[in-house]
């Protein structure tokens, strides 16, 4: 086992991830596919300990992190490369994964992050969240969105993140990073939030919004007068409104509507597909929080299908559909009519067909065409 060759293996062939797992070869993924490095050998138990030695690099108190809690989240740096990694157990041997961080920030307009995106970022006070299952592209979205802040604007941006990624350098803005969790700078995001509020910052940024104590600090947050700009782990811009409140017992959903329906500002839910070319699109749903969204959001009930329809009426606004977003990536010849239609449930195929003969026709009469 040479953990260095199979680092430089995933840095030569532009991995995201490398996989370590007992009992299989190394694993890479590559433009999402899972890609085994063939000139290398089975991991055996003895690798896995050592490669779990490597990683740590004699930490006792990681070590002590992992033997309570059998799971560890760290960071490690190979030839100025920064990785996240993750130590958990499968039959009670260790195994990593480790997500490759590039050090050449991405700009919005290359990731394809819409620039209502952007513009939002210049408010005041309230909350943006970027949303999306596992590997959509939350964290580099985030990260891109931080580097714009900081070359354009004078603020002083806070981020809370387990563990950290980038280490971004203050430019325009001040940034203070804070890595969340055991060993780190604050023990978890609900005590960093809170403890944010008194630290003169403009912008807070969290990584995650996992629970009900992380989403109350993050609301008193932009009640006070802040823009906090954080993820959450949901596949659509409905969804997220739906977990935010459902962070609440029944009684208090009515009062935290109220609150969200004034404190929100956009949701942008991405996703990720492999392109015609082989690379990485996005797929962005962008929610515009207007008067129409903040009163469907106060409603005692409401429905997915209302939040897509206040998206789709509200175009000029900013928002964007993710049947638009799935169309216009067709009609620009980056995904397949297959993925397209994947993307999307049945009852929603003709409206798909619709939208992608609208835009050929809008496109075929554009004078440059």
Same mark, same amino acid.
């Given at each position: ?11 030569? %062939? ?8 007992? +009992? ?7 433009? %999402? ?7 290398? @050998? ?12 490597? &990683? ?5 108190? *990681? ?6 809690? $059998? ?27 480790? %997500? ?10 290359? &990731? ?5 995106? #952007? $513009? ?5 006070? @309230? ?15 985030? *990260? ?40 780190? +700078? ?11 509020? $008194?630290?003169?910052?403009?912008? &807070? ?45 029944? #009684? ?42 903040? @009163?469907?959001? #106060? ?54 067909? %619709? ?15």
């Amino acid at each position: 086992m040479n953990m260095d060759k199979i680092l430089d293996e995933a840095i030569k %062939r532009d991995a995201s991830d490398v996989h370590l797992i007992c +009992d299989n070869k190394p694993y890479l993924r590559v433009a %999402r596919d899972l890609v085994p490095i063939e000139k290398m @050998g089975v991991l055996t138990e003895e690798d896995m300990a050592e490669i779990y030695d490597y &990683l740590i690099m004699g930490n006792i108190e *990681k070590d002590e992190v992992f033997n309570k809690t $059998r799971k560890l989240d760290t960071s490690y740096i190979y030839k100025g490369i920064r990785l996240r990694v993750n130590i958990s157990l499968s039959d009670n041997i260790p195994l990593c994964t480790l %997500r490759l961080i590039k050090n050449e920030l991405p700009t919005y307009e290359s &990731l394809g992050v819409p620039d209502i995106v #952007r $513009r939002m970022t210049y408010q005041t006070q @309230g909350v943006i969240l970027v949303t999306g299952k596992t590997n959509s592209g939350k964290s580099t979205t985030l *990260k891109a969105l931080i580097n714009y802040i900081n070359e354009t604007q004078n603020k002083k941006i806070l981020t809370l993140q387990p563990p950290i990624e980038y280490k971004h350098h203050s430019k325009e803005s001040i940034i203070v990073q804070k890595e969340v969790g055991l060993g780190g +700078d604050v023990l978890n995001y609900s005590d960093g939030v809170k403890n944010s509020l $008194r630290e003169d910052c403009d912008i &807070l940024v969290i990584g995650e919004i996992k629970n009900k104590e992380t989403m109350e600090a993050a609301i008193e947050m932009a009640e006070s007068g802040h823009l906090v700009i954080g993820t959450l782990h949901t596949k659509s811009c409905a969804e997220t409104i739906d977990r935010m409140i459902n962070f609440y017992e029944v #009684r208090d959903q009515v009062s935290i509507k109220y609150l969200l329906s004034s404190l929100l500002k956009l949701v942008i839910s991405q996703r990720l597909l492999k392109g015609t070319d082989g690379k990485l699109v996005l797929v962005p749903e962008v929610m515009v929080v207007d008067n129409i969204v903040s @009163g469907i959001i #106060r409603k005692d009930k409401f429905s997915v299908s209302e939040i897509e329809d206040a998206i789709q009426s509200n175009l000029e606004k900013g928002s964007i559909g993710l049947i638009n977003s799935i169309a216009k990536l067709f009609v620009e010849n980056k995904i397949t009519l297959a993925q397209a239609k994947a993307q999307i449930e049945e009852k929603n195929i003709e409206i798909l067909n %619709r939208t992608i003969m609208q835009l050929k026709i809008k496109k075929s009469d554009s004078p440059h065409v």
